[in-house]
């Protein structure tokens, strides 16, 4: 059963930076591909980014493209998300997700994914 745990969040000044991180436990990370999504108060879930299980193919949501970069360590059995030039609509819940897949494909739609972390807030000051 695959478990997920991230970690990184924190309170960051606006232009700010920080690395969320998403450690996976109880298979081989190499066989999931992993989608970060996020949440804010009074708002839907909203994707962010996700990488392939080879961590070849990425996608980003349009309001982080360019500011945030998904990547992912298989032998560490680990994802990131490093988050630039931050801004206050970025405060939010950020929750790491995977489905199995043993095919290079990356989707960013939450329904496709079978498990999820707990959640790391992330809170970026005006």
Do not use: H
Request: aromatic letters at 10%.
């Amino acid at each position: 059963q695959l478990q997920l745990v991230e970690s990184g969040g924190g309170l960051v000044q606006s232009g700010g930076s920080l690395r969320l991180s998403c450690v996976a436990s109880g298979v081989d990370f190499g066989e999931y591909t992993v989608g970060w999504f996020r949440r804010a108060p009074g708002k839907e879930r909203e994707a962010v980014s996700c990488i392939d299980n080879i961590g070849d193919s990425t996608m980003y949501g349009d309001s982080v493209k360019g500011r945030f970069t998904i990547s992912k360590d298989n032998a560490k059995n680990t994802a990131y998300l490093q988050m630039n030039s931050l801004k206050p609509e970025d405060t939010a819940v950020y929750y790491c997700a995977a489905f199995r897949l043993l095919q290079p494909l990356c989707v960013i739609i939450d329904t496709a994914y079978d498990y999820w972390g707990q959640g790391t807030q992330v809170t970026v000051s005006p």
